[in-house]
C-alpha cells in the first residue's frame, strides 16, 4: 500500500469587502488660500471643481463627519485632513459609489486611481 502525501496548500482566506473611497468637494478657496494644493495641481485651469479623495473602513459619510469635526485617535492624534476640515462642502458620491464596497488592497489603489483619473478630467485633487 502506497502512502499519499497530503499536500499542505495555504489556506484561501476570502477578503471581505469593507472598505469604500470617497471624494469631497472642497470650497475653491483652497485654491487661493494654500500653495500646497496649488503645487499638487499645476495643470489645474479653475473650470473643474476641487476634490479631496480618500478610502476608509468606515461608511463614507462617517468618515466626512469626522474630518468636519476635527477627529482624533484614542492616542490623540488626529485623523482628519486640514482641506477637508477648513474647505469641504459635500460628498460627491455621483463620483465614487459605483466603487464600492472593497477589499483593503483594492481600495488603497483604487484611491490613487480615482485621484489621478479626476485630475486628468481637470480637477484639482487632494489625497493622501
Known amino acids: 500500500m502506497v502512502l499519499l502525501s497530503k499536500r499542505k496548500t495555504k489556506s484561501t482566506k476570502r ?12 470650497s475653491k478657496k483652497v485654491w487661493t488660500d494654500s500653495w500646497k494644493f496649488r503645487a499638487a495641481n499645476p495643470h489645474f485651469r479653475g473650470m473643474q471643481e476641487c476634490l479631496y479623495v480618500g478610502m476608509t473602513s468606515l461608511s463614507p459619510q462617517e468618515r466626512y ?12 492624534h488626529k485623523i482628519s485632513c486640514y482641506f477637508v476640515e477648513k474647505y469641504g462642502t459635500f460628498l460627491r458620491s455621483s463620483l465614487y459609489s459605483e466603487y464600492n464596497p472593497m ?5 488603497v489603489k483604487m484611491e490613487k486611481w480615482l485621484a489621478e483619473d479626476l485630475r486628468k478630467r481637470g ?5 493622501n
Open 65 to 76: 463627519k469626522k474630518h468636519k469635526t476635527g477627529a482624533r485617535s484614542k492616542r490623540g
Open 123 to 127: 480637477f484639482a485633487v487632494w489625497w
Open 15 to 26: 477578503k471581505k469587502a469593507t472598505y469604500s473611497v470617497y471624494v469631497v468637494e472642497l
Open 103 to 107: 477589499c483593503r488592497l483594492d481600495a
